[in-house]
């Protein structure tokens, strides 16, 4: 066995050698190149546990299939040391490996040891403050080679390079982590930019759409209706069907003004969200039948204009699906929109005293399933409550302001 005044400067020259690189590999091979000084070997192994149950095996002098490059991670229940790396025992020392029947066991990936001639072994235990990390082999072409003396010397230099490697791999996990948090970052961000713009050309659409109505269906019908009002000298029969399609004209271009109003919202561009859901409420109040109590309380002072025109508009369409649906399905006789904010989001809740939402109406491809694509589309939670006592339902959606200001949230201005 080498002295101790060997050993000890084989100890200095391995945490010189190991102490100034970052990558796995000039680390070993600086290892393994000082440790051959005081232990003679031709193969080095580092094997590193994780929570999983697998291990992943780094490797000096000359490589195997246990390699890291070959198989990032292997279970810990298929490696010939296994019983180390458990814990079963202290270490493992062996004159021939080939024969050894601790290596050899039904699943074992033992191969590795054949193919590279590796007959002498020992391998001792990596720890870190008294947890068991993994391990570290060192192996010789020889058999008969290895006694318990260099068992000490090697544990020795396990513990002197266990908590570099620790930290190495502690800090290669977070820089891992750090690229793929940013990564998914990105692609949130690109997703996020795509539909905000998706959502802008949809808006578009929807307004050249309105102001395509505007200058040619409603101007035909209204021509139509002026047409009628001229004819003159029919039976009493006659003149009475006139009327009765004239006042069916009369309701078709109220309804598609509103339609067109819908589709080119100029009190929301003019006056601000608030006053925009206000005015279509009023809207809804001519052409129903019912009387309805309608309202609108803005507890933001108006900062839902703060948000970028796209994220604005979306969340005025869903407020406007919300309110329709509601109308139309609920058979209420009160609507609520309440504009409030909670932390860094808006939140508009849309609520009725009608028979309320159910189960199958969250599955159904109606005004819903446009609420939610809306919703998706802006990054917007949307929440559907059925209310108990009274009955109706509440429906929230909620928008990050910090996301939705025009100067964050543009789809052409990526910081």
Known sequence: MPNAAKALECYLSI???IAGPTDYELVLESFAEQLRTLISHDHLDIVLLHPSGTQICYEACLHTSWNHTQHAATPTDTSPIRDVLRGDVPFILTDDAWTDPVFHFEGADSKPIF???????????????????GSMAISSHKTNFYSEDL?????????LVAAYLFALERGKEAKNSAIAELEAKGRERTLRIGALRLTEGMERERQRLGMDLHDQTLADLARIRR???????????????????QDELDHCLEELRGIVEDMKPGVL???????????????????IRRVIEMRVDDLTNGKMDALQDTVRTAMYRIVQEAVNNALKHAQCNRVEVCITQVGTSLCVAVEDNGTGIQESDLQSQSGISNIKTRANLISARVRFEQLRAPFGTRVHITVPMTGGSSRAMSPNHVP
Do not use: T, W, Y
Not at 151 to 159: E, I, N, P
Not at 227 to 245: L, N, Q, T
């Open 269 to 287: 561009q003019l006056f601000g969200f608030a006053d925009a859901i206000d005015a279509h409420l009023q809207r809804c109040q001519k052409n």
């Open 115 to 133: 193919i590279a001639n590796l007959h002498s072994r020992i391998v001792v235990p990596l720890r870190v403050q008294g947890a068991l990390i």
């Open 151 to 159: 068992v000490v010397l090697a544990q020795g230099a396990a513990d």
């Open 227 to 245: 047409r009628m009002s001229r004819i003159e000298g029919g039976s009493k029969a006659a003149m009475e069907e006139i009327a009765a399609i």
């Open 15 to 17: 945490a010189k050698a």
